[in-house]
């Protein structure tokens, strides 16, 4: 028969131990309709530049983009069971990459200038929106991380469209992000829809460039009566 819902095994809920002689408690379990949604935005900025000059004149250089990922999960039934070990469930997901950017070079022209384009560009750029299907793992231990990645081999590449990342963020990759201390005994009480959610920025400014990134999950349980 085909199986229809995942299992999670709650860490740090395991039931009391019964009585001697006494049957063991059953454990508890409390079912779930379980989404995930992401998204992650990364802008970067490289401010205008001198690189070198001559009789032509003062060269230099700028550039700027923007990357935001987002993903989403279909809801899917998750029967969540007390007892040890470290839960996982996976669900489907489908979102994009959206990735946009460019780097100018230019002259200021000098006295020796003998004319033609005072800019270009490092185009033609492929920068686009690229579907992309996502494999959510929700790790759950004190806190609980989403995990997004693609099938493996298919993370969205691009040829030609500049960007620039700060660490410990990979281009076209959500970043595990998790999430504060979260009780699992909750979802055992009084049936109610819980949001765990998880979130963090980051920010590298250098000599010649400025990268901040964005991260936001909210993981929602909604329980099937």
Known sequence: MKRTLSTLVIAGCAAALAPAGAAAAKPRTATFQVQ?????????K??????YGDCEGQRWSEGSGQETIEFRTKQ????IREGGGRPKVRLAG????????????????????????????????????IGVDYVVDIDWAETL??????????????????HVAAYPVIPAKFTVVRSKP??????????????VAG????????QFS????????TIRFKPVK
Do not use: M
């Not at 490289?46 to 690189?51: D, K």
């Not at 003998?114 to 920068?127: H, L, M, N, Q, W």
């Open 36 to 44: 995930v949604i992401g998204t992650q935005t990364t802008t970067w």
């Open 46 to 51: 490289e401010p205008r530049r001198s690189l």
């Open 76 to 79: 899917r039934k998750v029967v």
């Open 94 to 129: 489908r979102g994009t990459v959206d990735r946009t950017g460019q780097r100018i070079f230019g002259i200021d022209p000098g006295p020796c200038f003998d004319g033609g384009p005072v800019t270009e560009d490092t185009g033609p750029y492929d920068c686009r929106v």
């Open 145 to 162: 991380a989403a995990v997004a990645n693609p099938p493996a081999g298919r993370t969205p590449r691009f040829e030609n469209c500049p």
């Open 182 to 195: 979260f009780r699992a005994k909750a979802l055992f009480g009084k049936a109610k829809s819980h949001e």
């Open 199 to 206: 979130q963090a920025d980051y920010r590298r400014d250098e």
């Open 210 to 217: 400025s990268t901040e990134t964005r991260v936001r999950w």
